[in-house]
């Protein structure tokens, strides 16, 4: 599997408009043209901006996602929707080998979710530590404090930021990650993991997700 990862900032003025168009328009068309939803998200404190994650079989043709490579209906969509958006970034994500896939995200029957997903920039002899280091304890810890895996990827090479590490996590709601942030001062296991961590990186940072109507998870 290989993943599409959009970031993009809608103007203001338009949003409802526009996050209407994702709903009305864009997950059917997407679908169609071979890709898996896998969330459909608006970012929590920054209401202008918007996350995509698709999933694909396979890496996809180099200029899958530009205009002229797609049917007259695909083209006309993504002509359509430059108006109402001010910046984007695309990044293609590789899956961990702990890494669900769509469906089985889908089959954990995720409901009312907040969504944290954090960036991780890996120092560049740690990498694979890093990786192996949530996949070992990583995903149990926070599994014991209630938190979901959703997906875990590196940054593929050559897009984006290199050394790079995704992680999207589901979780029940605020005070719930009120608990998960407490924890770290009050369970000496988690503190020790977060720690651990925390010495491979080189910085980091968190966004909180709400899913959009038309996300699967929700």
Known sequence: MIYLHETFEFKPELAEDYLSHIVNDMKELVVSDGKRSLGLFRTAFRNIEGV???????????????????????????????????????????????????????????????????????????????????GSEGVATSKSRGMGLVGCYETAAGNGVGNEVIVLWAIDDWAHWGAVRDARNSDPKVASYVNRSKKMLRRWSYKFLRPLPASPLQ
């Open 52 to 134: 995509m994650i698709w999933e694909h079989d396979n890496w996809p043709p180099r200029p899958s996602w530009s205009t002229m490579d797609h049917q007259p209906e695909m083209a006309s969509y993504l002509a359509r929707r430059l108006p109402y958006r001010n910046d984007w970034f695309d990044r293609l994500l590789v899956p961990t080998d702990f890494c669900p896939t769509a469906e089985e995200v889908l089959s954990r029957g995720y409901q009312d979710k907040l969504y944290l997903e954090v960036t991780a920039e890996v120092l560049s002899d740690q990498l694979g530590d890093f990786i192996a280091l949530i």
